[in-house]
Structures are given as C-alpha cells and as structure tokens.
C-alpha cells in the first residue's frame, strides 16, 4: 500500500469510526458488537503508525492519550456564556413571564423547558467541522482549555457529521458535562477503600475530573456530555432552539431527548412539577428546569443584561431536607491519612433512607457553616446520594452547645497531625499508624518498592491482624516460628518469606524510600532523591528550599518530604529498620559511569522477552542511565520490544537510536567486561 491509498483507506475508517462512536454513545443504537469495532479502530492504529504525518487531530486515535498539561491556557470564547437568573416558585416562573410579554408585546410566547443538567458548562469550537479546543465556562468571557480533558468524552466527536447539511465555517457548540451517578459512585467506593476525601456529590467530581492535568485519568472518570445551545455560528442561522438542538442532534451531538417546547406558562409549569419527582428516575443528577425563549427573534429583541440573558431563566427545585440534632462528630483517619470529621446525628428519614451519620469534609468546612456539638442541623442529600449539613438552627441554641475544636493528633496513634493545605486537610503522616497500617505494608513489600515475594494482600492482613506486623519495620522481625503459628503457613512458605524479607534488606535506597509512602513520593523521585543524597538520614536533613533546588522536585513535593521526617515515630521507625540491617544508605556509584549509558535518556517499548519492565528500568538506573515513559527530542535510546507502539514511530521522526532488546543486552553484557 503506498501513501495516496493508505490517505484514502485511513479517511475511510475515520468516518466509520465515528459513524459507530455516535451510534453507541450518542444514540445509544450500535450496529456492530464490540469486537468489529475494536478490528475498525486496531486497523486505524496500524496505518496512522504506518504514517504518522497522516495523522490528524480529528482522528478517534487522538480522543485517547496521556499527555501530562503543565496548566491551563485561558481562552477567549467568540460570544460570552452568562450565568442564568434563578426562580424558585411558580410565582417568580409567572413574574418572568410577565416580563418576557411586556418586552415582546405578545399575549402568548412559546418556551422549550430542559432538564437542568447538575454539572460543568463547557464551550466546544469547531472550525469547517472539526473540533479545535474546548473550553470551561470560566467568568463568561474566556475559560480554561480543556480541550486533552475533553477529547477523553466519548460523546463528544471530533468531526461533526454533516448528514447533507452544510457545516458552518465556526460554530461554538455549548454543553453540560456531568458524572453519571453509577460511576460517582464507583469512584467515591474506590476513595473511601483507599482512605481519599470523597467527592461530595457528582457534580464536584465533574468538575475535578475535568481539570486533571492528566488527560488519560480523565478518560478513566466515565464523564458524559449533553449539548444545550450554541454561541457563535458563522454561515448558518436558526429559527428556533429547538431546531438548533434538533441541528446538533443531526450534526453527531448528545441532546438530552426530555425537552418540550410549550405554547404557555401553564404548560411549562406542568412540565416543572412533573420532573420534580421524576427526577429521580433519571441516571444522572438534575436540580431544575431551564426555561427559554422558542423563537430566536424575540431572545435577540429581548436582549441581555450584563450578566444574565432575559429570555432564558432557571427553575430550581426544592431540595428534599430534614432537621436532626448532632450528636458528636468522629474523627475518621483514611488509608493516606487524611482525617474527615464525621457528623453522628439523631438518626432521621430523608428521601426514603434513614441518615445518621453525614460527611462534613473537613474543618474548613466545620467553620464555615459555624456548627457545635448538640445543634439542630437541616440535612440533604447532595445528588439524592450523600447526606450533607446544609445550616445550622442557631436559633434552637439552649446555651449548652460546644465547640468543635480540630484535633493536633491522630485518634489512631496519637501523632501530631499536619496540615494539608492542598487539600485543606489535617494528615497523620506516621508509619505506625494502626487505622493506615494494612495498606502500609502492602505498599511496603510490593513489586516496585521492597518486592518481598509471598507478601500478598492475603499475607499482609493476617500479619496485621494477628500483631506480628505494627509497622514496616516489625517485618524484619518476622521468625519461621511466628509464621507457623498463622493459617495460611506451613513449613515451607514460611520459610520462603522469611527469606524474601532477609533478602530484601539489601535492596537499593530508592526500592526503600518509595516503600515509605511519602506522600507525592513515587518511583523516579525516589530514585532522584537517593540519586543525590544517598541516605536517608541525608534526605532527613535536608530543608524544604535545598531539595527544592533538584530540577524534579517541587513545591508539593519538597513539603512533604520535610514533613515526613519532621515526625518523630517514622525517624524511630527508620532507626528500628537499620538496627535490622536494612540498607538506608547508598554508597554505589553507577556502573561504569564512563560507558554509552552514562547520562543518556533511555525510553523502553514493546513487550520484553527477558527483562520486567521495572526490571529493565532498574538495570538501566545501575548503569548510569536515566529512564524516561515518552520519547522527545531529548531521548538518547529507544529500546524496542515486540509490538511497539506509538514510541517507535516518534523515535523515527526524532532521529532516535533504536536498539532491539538482544542488541540492548548485548550491549550491557559489554560494558560489564
């Protein structure tokens, strides 16, 4: 196949491609099984490799990826996005009626009325049709680029389908992003398993997922979209809204399907009252109606005020709420050690459960509703899913109530607490706290870290329940006759772990300070730091301006290292791990620094036949090199396994030496004569 075909053929699928992605996400109608699909989209994936200056931003290859964003840039949007004026009655609907007849001079205008959706509005420009950056809402004017984060959206496309139509030369397409609640759900599940604040409802999770610096994480949040209007539009012009949604809808966009243009105020408040119960129904959260103006004429006769349009209003519904008393709040430590203050409360009905226990996030959160101990609290449940303390009776006050004072220790080991201000948190950053041991020590002896073989999940629960393991340190007191005293020991595994521990105490200082969940702390900064300090007593000493000083380490980085060593239990933990022989000093000076690794920026590819891939990256750290995750212009060597992906193809267009897996082994096996 030469280039001129392969341009065509690759044409061909991207069309295809996107005919199905709006098929499944957008109307929800496929026409293949997932396996014919996934042939359609590897088929893409080879050619564009095949020629990568055929690829283009459009293309569904490109939805997917892992850039990391250094920030957002701030981008101007071609019409504002004002915020909507809010009503809260059938009276205020009616007064906003009123309004809309005197200013147009009709006795009757016809409205559509949405669903308002409880989420982010974002701005999608497309230019002839393709998609050209996504926006924020921002202040009205211009908003963060978010257009990596936005491409991750399934139901956003690329291109827009032209369905016969003509596609305007710019268009700006404005939406709602918004988590479904199967998938806040899951993602608070997976928070509170691993001792995270949650997301206090799915509309703050959208918002955070949205604004991720890296894009791929986003990907994995299952956000949707629903398109509502559109700004700007050059060489195209409507009627009607509903017939610029009936536009979008042709045009490859999701629309929320519940919309209905009304000939009457009557008729719109008869749609409010029906949502306001069927809400629930729906699988995503809504908190209102929006209620605008039919006929794009009068909207432009009716005009805008400096931060509202008048010929669109917002109704919200009335938050189910009940009233409770506090009865204490307890202090909940998570597997990262945050502490959530937890309010207990007399135990009330709320939208057909039974609440006495609510979230209230953190202190800053405490302070701000101003709420004491034995206060009447009005209740809700943010998204018809968590319970939250919307305000406090003070006017039920008797005198007897009481101060909710942030506590300076952990509950779960009586170690000072720190503050988090990145998360407006209180940390317990102790080793040895009980509440965060478990996951601790799984940490501790996992593959990139001490790499303890036998000291599985399984393993690491039973060592901590049975009191053989309080903290890292206490396994290298682990004895065969300890082990065989536990269940899931006979004589020959015991052995074996107790083993695996004896030889992990020789691994490099890096292995060890990842294995110390410093917070912020992974694998390459590790490395960075013993690279440059080569102990941890070393590290321990230094201030927060000298390690700031590395190339790789910031701000957020640099604080929490400090406060890690700043704790008195984990400098004892430290010093039992040395008195065990533990390795916390790294006198190795690379391998023969002098050799063709020796500085050089090293990327791996492909599946390995004889190598891990921490394997390989640690054998290239002993030998001098750097080992990096993407190719740039600044990469040295690409090592290529079997089935390399996309990292092939930059070496190529960099100019990048590319070295298969037996040539890289041969060449270290050289150097090492």
């Known amino acids: 196949?030469?280039?001129?075909?392969?341009?065509?053929?690759?044409?061909?699928?991207?069309?295809?491609?996107?005919?199905?992605?709006?098929?499944?996400?957008?109307?929800?109608?496929?026409?293949?099984?997932?396996?014919?699909?996934?042939?359609?989209y590897r088929k893409l994936q080879e050619l564009e490799n095949a020629y990568p200056e055929l690829v283009t931003a459009d293309s569904p290859t490109q939805k997917v990826g892992a850039d990391l964003q250094k920030g957002f840039v701030n981008v101007k949007h071609f019409s504002p996005m004002l915020s909507m004026d809010n009503t809260y009655s059938h009276e205020e609907l009616k007064d906003f009626d009123k309004r809309v007849r005197k200013n147009t001079g009709l006795e009757r205008v016809?409205?559509?009325?949405?669903?308002?959706?409880?989420?982010?509005?974002?701005?999608?420009?497309?230019?002839?049709?393709?998609?050209?950056?996504?926006?924020?809402?921002?202040?009205?004017?211009?908003?963060?680029?978010?257009?990596?984060?936005?491409?991750?959206?399934?139901?956003?496309?690329?291109?827009?389908?032209?369905?016969?139509?003509?596609?305007?030369?710019?268009?700006?397409?404005?939406?709602?992003?918004?988590?479904?609640?199967?998938?806040f759900e899951k993602i608070n599940i997976d928070k509170e398993k691993s001792g995270e604040p949650l997301f206090a409802n799915p509309r703050n999770a959208a918002a955070g997922s949205l604004k991720l610096l890296d894009a791929s994480q986003t990907g994995k949040r299952g956000l949707d979209v629903f398109m509502w209007g559109i700004g700007r539009c050059e060489g195209m012009q409507f009627e009607t809204h509903d017939r610029a949604l009936e536009f979008l809808k042709g045009s490859g966009f999701k629309i929320n399907p519940f919309y209905k243009v009304c000939g009457s105020i009557d008729e719109v408040l008869a749609i409010c009252d029906e949502w306001q119960e069927k809400r629930k129904t729906l699988p995503f959260d809504t908190d209102g109606m929006v209620i605008k103006v039919n006929d794009i004429r009068l909207q432009q006769k009716l005009?805008?005020?400096?931060?509202?349009?008048?010929?669109?209003?917002?109704?919200?519904?009335?938050?189910?709420?009940?009233?409770?008393?506090?009865?204490?709040?307890k202090m909940q430590v998570g597997r990262t050690g945050t502490i959530t203050p937890v309010a207990i409360m007399e135990p009330v009905k709320l939208a057909g459960s039974t609440v006495s226990r609510a979230s209230l996030h953190n202190f800053d959160e405490i302070e701000r509703l101003g709420i004491k101990l034995s206060d009447h609290v009005v209740i809700e449940k943010s998204g018809e899913i968590i319970p939250k303390v919307i305000r406090v009776l003070k006017e039920k006050r008797t005198g007897k109530e009481k101060e909710i004072k942030p506590p300076t220790h952990c509950p779960s080991c009586n170690s000072a607490l720190e503050r988090d201000e990145e998360e407006v948190a209180l940390r317990c950053n102790s080793l040895s706290c009980p509440d965060q041991m478990k996951e601790h020590i799984i940490h501790f002896a996992s593959r990139d870290a001490m790499d303890i073989e036998g000291m599985g999940d399984a393993v690491c629960d039973a060592l901590v329940k049975s009191g053989l393991v309080k903290d890292v340190s206490s396994i290298y007191t682990l004895r065969k006759e300890d082990l065989l005293k536990l269940e899931r020991f006979a004589d020959k595994s015991a052995e074996n772990l107790v083993a695996a521990v004896e030889k992990s105490k020789k691994n490099e200082l890096y292995r060890l300070l990842y294995g110390l969940g410093i917070r912020h702390v992974g694998v390459h900064v590790s490395w960075v730091l013993a690279e440059n300090?080569?102990?941890?007593?070393?590290?321990?000493?230094?201030?927060?301006?000298?390690?700031?000083?590395?190339?790789?380490?910031?701000?957020?980085?640099?604080?929490?290292?400090?406060?890690?060593?700043?704790?008195?239990?984990n400098l004892e933990v430290i010093r039992r791990l040395e008195d065990c022989g533990v390795?916390?000093?790294?006198?190795?000076?690379?391998?023969?620094?002098?050799?063709?690794?020796?500085?050089?920026?090293?990327?791996?590819?492909?599946?390995?036949?004889?190598?891990?891939?921490?394997?390989?990256?640690?054998?290239?750290?002993?030998?001098g090199g750097k080992p990096a995750s993407s190719v740039s212009k600044n990469t040295d060597l690409l090592v290529c396994g079997k089935e390399p992906g996309s990292k092939l193809d930059k070496a190529k267009l960099y100019g990048v030496k590319i070295v298969e897996e037996k040539e890289f082994k041969k060449m270290i096996n050289e150097v090492k004569k």
């Open 533 to 569: 300090y080569h102990s941890i007593r070393a590290i321990a000493s230094q201030t927060k301006d000298q390690l700031l000083a590395l190339n790789e380490i910031g701000p957020v980085i640099a604080e929490s290292v400090c406060n890690f060593f700043k704790s008195g239990k």
């Open 583 to 623: 390795k916390t000093e790294d006198t190795r000076k690379a391998e023969n620094a002098d050799s063709l690794l020796a500085g050089k920026t090293i990327v791996v590819t492909g599946s390995l036949e004889e190598f891990s891939r921490s394997g390989i990256e640690e054998l290239i750290r002993k030998m």
């Open 110 to 183: 016809a409205y559509t009325v949405e669903l308002k959706i409880d989420g982010v509005s974002v701005n999608l420009l497309y230019r002839d049709g393709i998609f050209a950056h996504g926006a924020t809402r921002g202040d009205g004017e211009s908003g963060d680029d978010i257009s990596l984060n936005l491409k991750q959206i399934k139901s956003v496309p690329m291109t827009m389908n032209k369905a016969g139509k003509v596609v305007p030369s710019l268009i700006e397409v404005r939406g709602e992003a918004y988590m479904p609640r199967n998938e």
């Open 303 to 329: 005009g805008v005020t400096t931060k509202s349009p008048r010929w669109m209003i917002a109704y919200k519904f009335p938050a189910e709420q009940a009233v409770t008393k506090l009865l204490d709040v």
């Open 1 to 40: 196949m030469n280039k001129t075909q392969a341009k065509k053929l690759i044409s061909e699928l991207k069309a295809e491609i996107n005919r199905h992605n709006r098929l499944y996400y957008v109307e929800n109608k496929p026409v293949i099984s997932d396996a014919d699909y996934d042939k359609l």
